[in-house]
């Protein structure tokens, strides 16, 4: 029997890396798909064991070019999202465009699967152009190709995220934190090893779920994962709720920056809690168990942002 092709979008992501690993240590034949090879190939060929893994450059949609990638691969996976538009990467373009021509070219190649990560708690965020555009993005892929899976992770962390990191970036320079909607917004953050576990059961058949929201083993609110974040890193901030209207002002000057540290989208993603809907299966009713411990696993890494480092005492 041929092995599987796998096909990465979004290979050189927190994600894609770590799903790169997890999948050539189990001899699948990857294509890792990113818009530089000079600048991500380098890392994405210190994940895989030699042989397994090929590096495909596609600096822009060329359609005709992805078309001959997914004709050629068993398993099509898009890890593809951003968090802010910037010139010509747009909501619409990378969230409902892309899902949508490749779900296109997935039923008329008629590969096996597609896999498409797309967001939990986007159902309900009317006011942002994120949640609307990964859900139409969604909409697509449902119409277009019945084999796909979506699967809806809250926030992904680890040591390679841009979450935790930035936030003790932040949290190590800035005497205060400002809360938004009081910190009262809710997640189920999950750990990128563990939803690379679920990616590989849906590869592997393991699940024929069409839609499943991927959480980790608890509910914490935003200021909860600041507190967590603090005791972490061993720091002690003062923590400011921010009216909303000061909140949408200062996000518009950091909307300036080439990295904004967060915008007028993006707090109104976090007006609406990023848990279960009840609508989709969880991967713990599938039996595919997430259970990282959040505090615990920032541990691990938080004692680059501690006095003294990786010889501090509070060093995992």
């Known amino acids: 029997m041929k092995p599987k092709e796998i096909l990465v979008f979004g290979a050189s992501g927190q994600i ?23 600048q991500k190939g380098y890392t994405l060929k210190t994940q895989a064991n030699p042989g397994y893994l090929e590096i495909v450059e596609l600096a822009q949609f060329d359609s005709e070019k992805i078309r001959s990638l997914i004709q050629k691969c068993s398993v099509c996976i898009n890890l593809i ?38 967001s939990l708690g986007i159902e309900e965020s009317k006011e942002s152009k994120y949640a609307i555009s990964k859900l139409e993005g969604e909409n697509k892929i449902k119409k277009n190709f019945a084999r796909a899976v979506i699967l809806k992770p809250s926030i992904v962390y680890s040591v390679d995220d841009n979450f935790t990191t930035n936030f003790m970036t932040l949290l190590n320079r800035l005497p205060i934190m ?56 061993g720091k002690k901030r003062l923590l400011i709720p921010l009216p909303l209207l000061i909140a949408k002002m200062t996000a518009k000057i950091f909307e300036i920056m080439p990295k904004p540290l967060i915008t007028v989208d993006q707090i109104n993603l976090l007006k609406y809690n990023n848990i279960p809907s009840g609508k989709y299966k969880t991967n713990f009713d599938l039996n595919i168990k997430a259970n990282k411990i959040f505090e615990e696993e920032i541990l691990k890494y938080s004692y680059n942002w501690r006095s003294g480092g990786q010889f501090s005492k509070g060093k995992s």
């Open 16 to 38: 894609g890396r770590h799903l790169i690993r997890k999948l050539t240590k189990n001899n699948y034949k990857v294509v890792a798909v990113t818009r530089n090879i000079h």
């Open 178 to 233: 400002p809360l938004y909607y009081e910190g009262r917004t809710k997640f189920a953050p999950i750990h990128v090893t563990d939803l690379v576990q679920i990616i590989c059961d849906v590869v592997e058949d393991k699940t024929k779920e069409q839609t499943i929201e991927c959480i980790g083993p608890e509910i914490i609110s935003f200021k909860e994962i600041i507190l967590k974040l603090l005791k972490s890193i």
């Open 81 to 118: 999202g951003i968090l802010f538009e910037k010139r010509k990467n747009l909501f619409r373009n990378i969230h409902t465009d892309l899902p949508d021509l490749l779900s296109k070219y997935a039923s008329e190649t008629n590969i096996e699967k597609l896999i498409h990560i797309s």
